[in-house]
């Protein structure tokens, strides 16, 4: 007993009790679903929130942790892990919510999807604090893996085959190209691989060493674009989004979305801290196509799911921005965009299950007229798309807001001016959606709307979907006006974050050392 | 000049050589099959230069993971989607390839270019403690978060192969209309009449 | 002449050149799955050789290459699961005929 309590101690293993109830609560869900069968699928999603909930209270528990370096520095547990945990946690929750209703009615089995779905979570939650090359390449495959399994869960659909089978080739291929990148890295810092060691050897790094660094940099921002899909890594994300079963598209595009920009903040402001100019460099790039080529196709898109795929594609390009800027403000406008796009994407997604579970499809034509015979799909779709759009009062226009100030205090004026000409772009798009939804002409109302079933709530899993539903038009209309605990939230997430306070230090004392190298120049 | 260098600069030549060869005949040849064991040509030869840079552990596990496994697993995919196969041509096909063999030989020369372009560190200390001793106190001391994590991503990658391999099971009350079973809700887009290319 | 690091990564980033080249050529799934393969093991010769001649008493890379190899084996064993369920739904295994997703 006292052998395990030193030995608990010793790796501080309490850093990482929210990653083990999510174990618990996936092994809990496979076992059940073993011994009872089917029978246990009108209540296992439950445990499975129930467990995701208690995560998300032992997260709170780790908020402010005074030692969050845990199994000899191979996972930080410090706030910015704490608070994209949560954010992958959350949207694991809603996920559950919307899938329940689906899954029923595709006839795959809940009980192995949902399993899926929580070790993705568990890859997603492990990759946001990884503080070691071999911890991120394991978690990041655990993501990816389950991601690969969950696309091509409706097996007899070929449009799922071919979704899964691209996303498995793109995605090892570009997992292996990282790992190349990652392996110089090893071998230019001589053999390190915890990130904080490897920032210290390569900056006694001599310049002959500079073309193995950018080459590592490259490659490694491969691996990385493809999990947040920025252009042009972006290929696979349409068809994906197209042919995976929605509730996965969904956590796609929020739960594994966030766990890349986790990793890139940590990756990038430690290991890649001497090569600060390049990656901010590349991410600009990065972000401009993002931007352009995400709003700009997303214009000519007749399918909804499609749509939101460039449309995520695009959101993308909007984070990089606070990352690009570098400063305090600039990562925690980041983390608050996150949070908002969190809920207002969900809520996007859910609307757009239950319309396909009622009508069968996902054309956009096929919302025409949608007002007359569903009122509170169509203002909870409309909320979510104007707040994604960036209209005034929803959350969106102020996550969009505090992004372009910290972008325009940090100085890149062009960057912001594009991302302001691109949100009016999207806007156009999330418009004609609404649009379409409130013509009030009956003859104008597309065939799946006349046929639209009447509204039952009763079904199994419907109510689910109905929680998710109203919980996500809540917050996304209030997180607009009461922004102020999210924005704080975001705020402490950064500034009680050492790693944001090193990659400060460093930039203050470069930026000292280049006025003292040109002070004797001036003289 | 001594004779246990010369050995291993004539056994690398030859694994190198023998592997490099491999490597293009899996990605050169038409017949998959070939390919499949050439594939398991390669991972001997990796296998053999890992003794080289000793580590016979790794090696053996080389050689027990990759070539009883994963080949094997490669030959059973063959032999289950086994269809003599002819591919339509397609235009421009070379102009791809050898476009893609432009790109690739211009990657090599930059990262070879890297390669001896960087002073390596290299670090002479001969050591003698066993590697298999070594590699097991890196899995219980620094490394046991990623040793735990893969435990869970090779169950949950066994899970899902099978539900994704294993034969359809269509529970009962779905078996009446067996056409929707384990398909996406949406309708395919030939039947919504947007876009029709077949 | 010793043994030299460079010998090996040049061995190492030939293999992954061809890995590339067989990843965007192939038209068969299976040998593109191959390929990937290749890009791995290229990946471990790289991870091997700085273990070796960088880091002979941590052999951190050493440790690297087995969590490699075994997600290599995860990966390989997904990937074909999804190779056969494609394969019985549409009856090939040519790439080019995978083409129900685009715009």
């Known amino acids: 007993m006292d052998l395990s309590n030193d030995l608990a101690a010793q790796l501080n293993a309490g850093a990482i009790l929210p990653e083990g109830l999510v174990i618990v609560t996936l092994m809990a869900v496979l076992v059940i679903d073993l011994i009872v069968g089917r029978k246990a699928s009108s209540w296992l999603p439950y445990v499975a929130i129930a467990g995701l909930f208690a995560t998300v209270a032992a997260l709170v528990l780790q908020w402010d942790n005074p030692n969050p370096l845990a199994f000899f520095d191979s996972f930080n547990s410090d706030d910015l892990s704490v608070i994209f945990r949560g954010i992958i946690a959350l949207s694991t929750v809603i996920t559950i919510l919307m899938s329940i209703r689906y899954i029923e009615q595709s006839g795959t089995s809940l009980a192995e999807f949902m399993a899926i779905m929580l070790t993705a979570t568990l890859g997603a939650m492990f990759l946001s604090g990884a503080n070691d090359l071999v911890m991120i390449f394991v978690s990041l495959e655990t993501l990816s893996i389950s991601s690969y399994l969950m696309t091509g869960y409706t097996k007899r659909d070929p449009r799922s085959n071919e979704a899964a089978l691209k996303y498995l080739l793109i995605g090892a291929a570009s997992s292996a190209i990282f790992l190349y990148g990652v392996s110089l890295l090893y071998g230019l810092s001589g053999g390190e691989t915890n990130l904080a060691q490897i920032a210290a050897q390569l900056a006694q790094g001599d310049s002959d060493q500079a073309l193995g660094l950018a080459i590592a940099l490259v490659f490694s921002i491969a691996g990385i674009a493809f999990k947040i899909s920025a252009v042009p890594f972006h290929q696979w994300t349409p068809d994906v989004y197209e042919g995976s079963p929605t509730p996965v598209v969904a956590f796609l595009s929020v739960g594994s979305k966030a766990a890349g920009f986790a990793l890139a903040l940590r990756m990038l402001l430690t290991a890649f801290e001497s090569v600060t100019v390049e990656w901010h460099f590349i991410f600009t790039a990065l972000a401009i196509l993002s931007m352009i080529l995400g709003n700009v196709v997303a214009l000519a898109q007749t399918s909804m799911k499609r749509m939101l795929a460039y449309s995520s594609i695009a959101q993308a390009g909007f984070v990089m921005l606070g990352m690009i800027a570098g400063t305090e403000a600039g990562y925690a406008s980041m983390v608050f965009y996150l949070l908002i796009y969190l809920f207002m994407n969900l809520g996007a997604f859910t609307c757009v299950i239950l319309f396909s579970l009622r009508t069968g499809t996902d054309q956009i034509s096929d919302y025409a007229g949608l007002y007359q015979k569903d009122a509170l799909l169509t203002l909870a779709l409309s909320i979510c798309l104007l707040s994604l759009g960036g209209i005034p009062p929803m959350a969106g226009f102020f996550g969009k807001i505090y992004l372009f100030w910290a972008g325009w205090q940090a100085g890149l004026y062009g960057l912001v001016l594009l991302g302001l000409v691109t949100s009016v772009i999207s806007i156009y798009y999330y418009i004609r959606v609404v649009k379409m939804m409130v013509v009030k002409e009956p003859q104008e109302m597309s065939d799946a709307v006349q046929n639209y079933p009447p509204i039952r709530w009763n079904l199994t899993g419907m109510r689910p979907l109905q929680v998710g539903i109203v919980f996500s038009l809540i917050t996304t209309s209030l997180a607009g006006i009461l922004s102020n605990p999210l924005l704080t939230l975001a705020n402490n997430s950064i500034t009680q974050t050492d790693l944001f306070h090193v990659a400060n230090a460093a930039a203050v004392e470069t930026v000292a050392q280049v006025a003292e190298d040109a002070d004797p120049v001036a003289q | ?198 | 002449m010793q043994l030299q690091l460079e010998f090996f990564l040049l061995l190492a980033a030939a293999l992954f050149c061809i890995g590339i080249y067989g990843l965007v050529t192939s038209r068969n799934v299976v040998r593109v799955l191959m390929s990937v393969e290749l890009l791995l093991n290229a990946v471990n010769l790289n991870l091997m050789s700085f273990s070796n001649f960088l880091d002979p008493e941590g052999i951190k890379g050493q440790v690297f290459s087995i969590f490699v190899i075994t997600v290599a084996a995860a990966e390989a064993a997904v990937g074909l699961a999804i190779i056969l369920a494609i394969y019985r739904n549409r009856d090939t295994v040519d790439m080019e005929q995978f083409n129900l997703l685009k715009w």
Not at chain 2, 14 to 26: C, F, S
Not at chain 2, 48 to 62: R, T
Not at chain 2, 139 to 161: C, H, I, T
């Open chain 2, 1 to 198: 000049m001594n004779l246990a260098e010369d050995v291993q600069l004539i056994s690398f030549g030859l694994l190198g050589v023998l592997m490099i060869a491999a490597a293009l005949g899996v990605v050169l040849l038409d017949q998959i099959v070939y390919s499949a064991f050439l594939l398991g040509g390669v991972f001997l030869c990796m296998s053999g230069l890992y003794v080289l840079l000793n580590a016979d552990f790794v090696a053996a596990a080389q050689i027990l993971v990759y070539v009883g496994a994963v080949n094997v697993l490669i030959l059973f995919a063959i032999m289950l989607v086994n269809k003599q196969e002819t591919f339509k041509p397609v235009g421009n096909r070379w102009l791809r390839q050898g476009a893609t063999a432009l790109v690739c030989v211009g990657l090599f020369a930059l990262l070879s270019t890297m390669v001896l372009a960087t002073p390596w560190v290299v670090d002479t200390t001969v050591v003698l403690t066993s590697t298999v001793v070594q590699i097991g106190k890196h899995f219980f001391s620094d490394y046991l978060l990623p040793f735990e994590l893969a435990s869970v991503l090779l169950l949950m990658a066994m899970v899902g192969a099978i539900i994704l391999a294993r034969r359809d099971f269509i529970p009962e009350k779905m078996a009446t209309d067996t056409q929707d079973a384990l398909t996406l809700p949406e309708r395919p887009r030939e039947l919504t009449g947007t876009v029709s290319d077949r």
